[in-house]
């Protein structure tokens, strides 16, 4: 994607994006390992809803099917949603702030590879002996009395991730706090970048309360330690209240960029100033707050007594006020502009009612006496699909088709993109909306099977025809990619026509450097005001000058791959295998090996020269800014 | 060098006020780290004078908060200009590490 034409070797592409710091290609390798995680945890939802079509069914067993749900959701959470949205925060946000990079170009890459040997390592449990099978939750007495090495791959794989995803959040803290361009007042943010930073927050306090309880779970699984060992004087619950300290955060670390980019979206479609930006960003702050007072509402069936369950159903209740700003804010942003239905669009205009039907299941949820009535039921899968398929996924596919030509230079199609949307929508309501019934009918979640004539059967049966309408509707998204790829034909800066904020000033994809001079901001939606003053580029803020950029660097994947060979011998030493404890020496030494050679090595990075960026001018490739 | 920003073309104003706030921050540094010591000697007092241990816990838990402050706020600075963001967060970080000690004290039984 670099913007010096030249050929090159299949070889050396690889090698290009292996040793990459730049931020947007680090987000093209979040979009096709999230986008792969993305297709596995698709297709263990498809065996799941195969094995639930009929009555009795026995197409797999019982304990590959307990196999299939842990890791679809472990999966699409951890390993595709996730990192879907890192993949749009890398790509779109410096660009919106006017920045030329992330604040830690080399950590941010570190970042993706973590993650990527993390979800790597976690998928390999297929293969060697058995994927974890104690629900993405992964109770603690549940997961302590799984046999084989499954729950073993689910911490390890999960920590070396997290190690990842922390660092992308502090990464993009660091990035909006300190290298927004001149002019870029924080009420002037765009509210991707707004979403981008509250979940990031979320991030850097919601990811330490995980690592501490994965930490207590290896040892308790791999080095003899009891912490949740209620025999030996541990306690369970410990477990369960740090995982949802973290757990309830994390839905909002994936629900607010969501929510940002359909803000983006709706305010660049409906052509209009986004209605009430103070508020929404008031809203967004308010949710990343009260997200970490709600986390006991996952416990209410626990017995934590009639106190704390009222404090935290009042709390989870005061969540849907913030929420209901947003929805209203939308509604009116969409209200007397003059709207364009894209793709995009459309994914928005639908992501309105999916949402709010996940949200309103929400509230009855939250009243604590009821929960003990839908807890560990289908209602709480539908729920809980329709927040996450209604409105993250949604969002991804919106931002899929928003952000494609700026992260690749080509338009999807816009026909397939309907067809791609009429299938997913349709299939998503099928398979979701039935399950509320089949939750309040007494369908308990997490089971393999069920008995006929139950009155279970048709509903059931009606979920899995509507899983097969969303998997036509994603397969018609990758050959849409395949033949947008194919025929190649390049856009132009704005190519929707109404871009509002300031990566739309950019050609597409932007130059490596992003900006040759850092524009000045003049006003919430920058480059829209320059061209209501009938401008087309930006406002410089500074002369042409030599801009200083980081040098490509393999180490990150070497430090991630030192974790992901210490994590094998972590988990065989159980075994007592004479090679583990090596193993995980030799992991750990390349580890910090690398990381010493990356402290000792100066690497001053390199710089751009003005008179480089002036004949690029020449070519007309660079920005204008 | 946020903190040493002059307003002026005045070099000679500058100083002024330079060594005025320069004097000032001095005077109070020590005036806390007087205060400092004197609580740390007030924990010892506390401990060695046998009162009953439900006086001293709170007590020396409450001056280590107060000491802990002083650190931030006057040893390294938080109060002052440019320190907003990272108070922010450190605020935040005790927040929620606080909100789930309460928890675990209060709502787990052992």
């Known amino acids: 994607m670099s913007t010096i034409a030249q050929k090159r070797g299949f070889a050396s592409t690889i090698w290009d994006y292996l040793t990459t710091v730049d931020h947007k290609k680090i987000a093209i390798l979040y979009l096709i390992a999230g986008g792969f995680f993305f297709l596995l945890g698709g297709i263990e939802a498809m065996l799941i809803r195969i094995q639930l079509a009929v009555p009795n069914n026995d197409f797999v067993s019982a304990g590959f099917y307990n196999e299939l749900l842990t890791m679809h959701g472990t999966t699409m959470i951890f390993l595709a949603a996730m990192p879907l949205l890192l993949g749009f925060m890398n790509a779109i946000m410096p660009l919106q702030i006017g920045a030329r990079d992330v604040a830690f170009p080399f950590i941010n890459a570190l970042g993706f590879w973590l993650f990527f040997f993390g979800g790597v390592f976690l998928n390999l449990s297929w293969f060697l002996g058995g994927a974890p099978d104690a629900g993405w939750t992964s109770y603690a007495s549940l997961s302590l009395a799984s046999e084989g090495h499954g729950i073993d791959f689910y911490a390890l794989g999960l920590q070396i991730s997290g190690f990842g995803t922390l660092m992308g959040g502090i990464n993009f803290l660091v990035t909006i706090i300190n290298m927004r361009a001149p002019g870029m007042t924080y009420m002037r943010m765009p509210l991707f970048t707004w979403t981008t930073f509250v979940a990031s927050a979320l991030i850097l306090f919601a990811f330490p309360p995980l690592t501490a309880s994965i930490f207590m779970l290896t040892f308790d699984r791999m080095f003899g330690a009891n912490f949740f060992n209620v025999a030996a004087g541990g306690n369970t619950i410990i477990w369960e209240h740090f995982f949802w300290i973290f757990g309830h955060p994390e839905v909002y670390i994936l629900i607010l960029p969501a929510f940002g980019i359909f803000s983006e979206i709706f305010a660049t479609f409906s052509r209009k100033r986004l209605f009430g930006y103070s508020s929404m960003v008031f809203a967004t702050v308010l949710i990343g707050f009260l997200g970490f007072m709600v986390w006991a509402h996952h416990m209410f069936t626990v ?69 003990y009535q839908y807890h560990d039921s289908y209602f709480i899968v539908a729920h809980f699909h329709y927040v996450i398929v209604g409105g993250v996924v949604l969002a991804l596919l919106a931002g899929t088709h928003f952000y494609w030509p700026k992260m690749f230079g080509t338009m999807l199609s816009e026909k397939i993109g309907k067809f791609t949307f009429f299938f997913f929508f349709v299939g998503f309501h099928l398979t979701f909306f039935v399950q509320h019934f089949l939750g309040l ?6 089971v393999w099977t069920f008995l006929p004539g139950q009155g279970l059967d048709t509903g059931n049966l009606v979920s899995s025809v509507g899983a097969a309408f969303m998997a036509i509707g994603v397969v018609s998204l990758l050959v849409n990619i395949v033949i947008t790829t194919m025929k190649n034909e390049r856009v132009g800066n704005d190519p929707w026509g109404d871009g509002r904020t300031l990566e739309w000033a950019l050609p597409s994809p932007a130059p490596f450097y992003n900006f040759k001079q850092l524009p000045l901001v003049r006003g919430l939606d920058a480059y829209w005001l320059e061209k209501m003053e009938g401008k087309d580029t930006l406002t410089p803020a500074e002369p042409i000058g030599d801009i200083h950029m980081p040098n490509p660097s393999f180490v990150p994947v070497v430090i991630s791959f030192g974790l992901f060979v210490a994590a094998f011998g972590a988990m065989y030493q159980v075994d007592d295998k004479p090679w583990a404890i090596p193993v995980l020496i030799i992991g750990l030494a390349i580890t910090f090996g690398a990381m010493l050679y990356r402290s000792i090595k100066d690497d001053h990075g390199f710089h751009i020269h003005k008179e480089d960026l002036m004949e690029d001018d020449d070519d007309n490739k660079g920005v204008k800014a | 060098m946020v903190n040493n920003q002059s307003n002026t073309n005045n070099p000679r104003l500058d100083y002024e006020y330079r060594r005025r706030k320069n004097a000032e921050g001095m005077r109070i540094q020590v005036a806390t780290f007087t205060l400092m010591i004197f609580f740390t000697v007030i924990s010892f007092a506390a401990v060695a004078a046998g009162f009953s241990k439900w006086f001293v816990i709170p007590v020396i838990l409450l001056l280590a908060v107060i000491q802990v402050g002083f650190q931030l706020y006057y040893f390294m600075h938080m109060g002052e200009k440019g320190h907003e963001a990272p108070s922010m967060f450190m605020w935040s970080g005790i927040g929620v590490a606080f909100l789930t000690i309460l928890a675990f004290v209060t709502i787990i039984w052992w």
Do not use: C, E, H
Not at chain 1, 315 to 323: C, E, K, L, S
Not at chain 1, 324 to 341: A, D, H, M, Q, V
Not at chain 1, 441 to 446: A, C, Q, S, V
């Open chain 1, 441 to 446: 009918m007494g369908m308990p979640r997490r």
């Open chain 1, 303 to 371: 017995g934590l007594g009639p106190v704390a369950n009222a404090i935290f159903a009042v709390a989870t209740m005061a969540i849907a006020v913030p929420t209901g700003i947003k929805i209203f804010n939308w509604l009116l942003t969409i209200w007397g502009g003059s709207i364009k239905f894209t793709v995009p669009m459309i994914y928005a205009v639908a992501f309105i009612p999916s949402f709010v039907m996940g949200g309103v299941t929400g509230v009855m949820q939250a009243a604590a006496p009821a929960d």
